[in-house]
């Protein structure tokens, strides 16, 4: 892994589709555990942070979001999945350099997300919660 004394900077927190600064949150510098010295510098969600970020979830629930069918939701938890498979290895190495953990471990741990986003994918389009109605002569069970 490369190491430099320049600090990398995310300065800015994602809310309601959009990069803002903090409101109150400020920033806060990453140690890197293999030198002990800061290696980024990042934004920090404080309390009203923290609010605008509930404000726009639940915004995009009453909006878009909420009206938009199961399976348009579907599409794009796929489309993100794959996305963040694409990224899994730069993630994998920022997730190195801020905890310490082996790169090894990172890799399989950031690399194994992408099943569960294609997971809750596959739950989106299924939200009624019904099931094909079955009578007991096709159920296998120990009776």
């Known amino acids: 892994m490369l190491k430099s004394d320049r600090l990398t900077r995310y300065d800015h927190l994602y809310i309601g589709g959009s990069w803002v600064a903090p409101e109150d949150g400020g920033f806060l ?3 890197d555990p293999s030198t002990g010295r800061p290696w980024a510098r990042v934004a920090f969600g404080g309390p009203g942070d923290i609010d605008r970020a509930v404000a726009a979830a639940r915004e995009a629930l009453n909006g878009p ?3 938009m069918p199961g399976h348009e939701r579907a599409a794009l938890l796929r489309k993100f999945a ?3 498979a694409q990224r899994a290895a730069d993630l994998a190495v920022l997730e190195t350099r801020d905890s310490g953990r082996a790169l090894r471990e ?3 741990d950031i690399g194994g997300h992408t099943y569960g986003y294609h997971w ?3 739950l989106a389009d299924k939200h009624s919660g019904r099931t094909i109605p079955f009578d ?4 296998c069970g120990g009776r």
């Open 29 to 31: 510098e990453s140690i």
């Open 65 to 67: 979001w909420g009206r």
């Open 82 to 84: 794959d996305l963040y």
């Open 106 to 108: 990172s890799r399989a």
């Open 120 to 122: 809750w994918a596959s």
């Open 136 to 139: 007991d002569s096709v159920h």
